[in-house]
């Protein structure tokens, strides 16, 4: 053979012989630096996981939400979503992320709340409504059982007491008013004002005279049940009765007016 045919002959076998070697990665690199390489895959790619995988193994699920598309082999044949898995927010508008003590979910508020989440309202306490109407300075919120919803009222404890079942006032007749039919030595009534209890042990008859004009029945700033009047009348024992009395004083509870 003629050393041209010869030198040929040994580039072919050398090429052969190049092209089928492989290299190590694990034992034969050092300092591999990939960020010029045309391609840097280093996982499986498909719209379906593999029916078996062995643990350590990963794979990239083309058709699944954009961030939640890499799976790992946690177990014999089990593909776990690696990291946590943060449901798509999607269709999600409006909701906030939650979880169930298992997974993360986006859920919508509910309950007495409803809007946005930056702009919430209460509407509702317990269930049952708050009516739309803006309280007034110094008013405070009632339940009104006739419109079945809470309402903005007047008084230092959310409207009159006669709307509770202690101290309530009730009309006996056109001239005889009693007060705290409720309250007795072995259930007493009890009314706060300020750091001070006040209790209440038995319950208080009004009786109109005479005269015309109002009657007040408050709680005074010093515990006394009292009647602030500008009619004629009596009040039974315990029960404070003042004359020339128009208006709820400063400082009281109210429990009703007659007049």
């Known amino acids: 053979m003629k050393a041209p045919a010869m030198l040929a002959a040994a580039f072919l076998l050398a090429a052969a012989a190049y092209s089928q070697t492989r290299i190590n990665l ?11 390489a045309d391609s840097t895959r280093t996982a499986k790619t498909g719209s379906a996981l593999p029916a078996t995988c062995v643990i350590g193994e990963t794979f990239f699920k083309t058709n699944a939400p954009a961030g939640h598309n890499l799976y790992g082999c946690t177990a014999g044949n089990v593909w776990t979503a690696v990291g946590d898995a943060v449901p798509s927010a999607i269709g999600n508008a409006s909701r906030v992320l939650s979880s169930d003590g298992t997974n993360l979910e986006w859920r919508a508020l509910g309950g007495d709340v409803a809007g946005l989440p930056e702009a919430l309202a209460v509407t509702a306490i317990q269930g049952r409504p708050v009516s739309a109407t803006a309280p007034a300075g110094g008013q405070t919120l009632i ?41 007795t ?20 008859v009004v009786n ?22 500008t009619l004629a009348l009596t009040c039974s024992t315990g029960c404070v009765e003042t004359p020339g009395i128009s208006a709820y004083p400063p400082n009281s509870i109210p429990l009703a007016s007659w007049s």
């Open 185 to 204: 030595a072995a259930q007493p009534c009890t009314v706060r004002l300020g750091t001070n209890v006040y209790t209440f042990r038995s319950n208080f």
């Open 143 to 183: 339940w009104d059982a006739a419109a079945s919803r809470w309402i903005p009222a007047n008084g230092a404890w959310g409207g009159l007491l006669s709307d509770l079942a202690d101290l309530k006032v009730v009309r006996k007749t056109d001239t005889q008013l009693t007060i705290g039919d409720s309250c």
């Open 26 to 36: 694990r034992s034969q690199s050092r300092d591999v630096d990939f960020s010029a």
């Open 208 to 229: 109109l005279t005479g005269g015309s004009g109002s009657a007040h029945i408050y709680i005074d700033e010093n515990g006394n049940l009292t009647v602030g009047h």
